[in-house]
């Protein structure tokens, strides 16, 4: 059984672990979610992102897990004769990639080994030769540790292929590494808080442009839950379509606040300083899993190149020290080993932590 009076550290990818001073905002009395005190606190969050990710446009509350928003992004920007082009470099862009059938959607796949980067080069040799409704890209795919050049990618999108819509999973992205969304053309850009947000999981964010909210109008059956016509009406009175998860809410408002004060250069700035740390030492004392220019800023991934045993060691740090890393994800595992420095995860967390690792494969 956990102890809950002592909970685990989180430095796994998602979810990380959480202050005491942000769990303190779950607790918080409830509201009414049509009352005129739910309606500000609604109103005054998508402020604060709107600040936060460069935007004007549309910020949509879901609760759900971005997972959802793949669906969601999927069912009201493409009609079922469209097709997408997907991005795979990583469990989850593949995922998402996955995702877009299930949707009855036609998808065809531009895949690079897991660790390598899409590059705009390779999307623009792909999109020249075909007829593309929407791209979908993974900002920094969580399972390698990658960042893809997102900037690079939407300045080629614009000047060439304006008419693309452009999707972006920016699940292990959005805080820690820099989204200017109405300069980069985007159309949706999609997280979950329980990463750099250091909100326990259970709600998700969606950046929607107005041309995505209007090309919604002509797709189909696009059910209910994730309707972007249905959540921009409720949008408009400072509400969502169903019943939120407010707790989450009054968190989310809380570290907007924080992150707000703090001004996002200062938080990218945070987050690449711990960045250096860990991929430094795994440099030292591994290796890194992609190319170091490729590396995102919120999660490391590390080459296992001693042969350790990821578990077994992964175990011991948490029986001694109550703290939790992470293994590679799916056929990375034993291969690679992960450990985020996101949210409000600390230069000072992250020493003790790789020095704790030290410790057990000394």
């Not at 972006?168 to 992205?173: E, G, L, P």
């Not at 000072?348 to 690792?357: K, P, R």
Request: glycine share 6%; hydrophobic share 40%; aromatic share 10%.
């Amino acid at each position: 059984m956990v102890d809950w009076k002592k909970p685990p550290r989180l430095f796994i990818p998602g979810p990380i672990k959480v202050d005491e001073d942000v769990l303190a905002q779950l607790a918080l009395p409830t509201l009414g979610h049509r009352g005129k005190e739910y309606a500000q606190l609604h109103g005054e969050t998508v402020e604060m992102l709107k600040e936060m990710f460069f935007t004007s446009q549309n910020v949509f509350l879901s609760t759900s897990s971005a997972s959802g928003l793949w669906e969601a992004a999927i069912r009201n920007c493409v009609k079922e004769d469209e097709t997408v082009l997907a991005a795979c470099c990583g469990a989850f862009s593949d995922k998402w990639a996955d995702v877009i059938e299930s949707c009855g959607r036609k998808v065809e796949r531009l895949k690079v080994d897991w660790g390598k980067p899409t590059t705009a080069e390779l999307l623009d040799e792909k999109l020249a030769n075909g007829n593309y409704a929407a791209i979908t890209i993974v900002y920094s795919e969580t399972s390698t540790g990658l960042m893809n050049p997102v900037y690079e990618i939407s300045k080629m999108m614009k000047e060439k292929y304006p008419d693309v819509l452009v999707l972006v999973d920016a699940v292990s992205a959005m805080v820690g590494l820099p989204v200017h969304f109405d300069e980069l053309g985007w159309d949706i850009a999609l997280a979950s808080v329980q990463k750099a947000f250091g909100i326990p999981p259970g709600l998700a964010i969606a950046l929607v442009s107005d041309r995505a909210l209007e090309k919604s109008k002509s797709v189909a059956n696009r059910g209910y839950y994730f309707d972007f016509q249905l959540w921009a009406k409720a949008a408009a009175k400072n509400q969502t379509l169903v019943t939120p998860n407010i707790p989450h809410i009054m968190a989310l408002n809380y570290q907007c606040r924080k992150l707000v004060k703090e001004g996002m250069e200062n938080v990218w700035k945070r987050h690449k300083t711990m960045a250096d740390f860990v991929r430094n030492w795994a440099k030292e004392n591994f290796g890194l899993f992609c190319e170091e220019k490729y590396a995102t800023n919120t999660l490391t991934t590390i080459k296992n190149t001693k042969g350790i045993n990821v578990a077994e060691t992964i175990k011991a740090v948490q029986e001694k020290h109550n703290t939790i890393f992470g293994n590679g994800y799916g056929k990375l595992k034993e291969e690679a080993f992960r450990i985020a420095h996101m949210g409000d995860i600390t230069l000072e967390d992250v020493t003790e932590l790789t020095g704790w690792i030290a410790e057990e494969i000394s």
